[in-house]
């Protein structure tokens, strides 16, 4: 079992759950158990998959948890791509999100490469 703390992916995905909340704590109050409630869950998905999957037993395991991260990464992305079109949050403070969001993936995407790399070579647990 790995510390998920250790890892940067989840280090990354944890910063970008806290610059959400932040982010979504400005949204219109109507947004309250739509949009705000979904890019909070979604970000927190990332940071949770990544965490949920260190704990798993086998590297396959791990790699299928950090492929349902990716995928919350993406939905992340898409409802700050909306916030812009809804003109809920200005651009100074959508792009750092978009980057931080861009600099998860990147690392996420890594580690799920090393996985790969390493269950082709017949490693097979945590």
Known sequence: MRDFRKLLAWQKADDLVVMVYQATSHFPAD???????????????????????????TLVDFRRFLHQARGSLSEVEYYIHLTKRLDYLPDEERKPLMDLCQETGKVLQGLINSLDKQIRAGRKTN
Do not use: F, K
Not at 41 to 48: G, K, Q
């Open 31 to 57: 947004e309250r158990y739509g949009l705000i409630s979904q890019t909070r869950r979604a970000a927190v998905s990332v940071a949770a998959n990544i965490a949920e999957g260190s704990g798993r037993h």
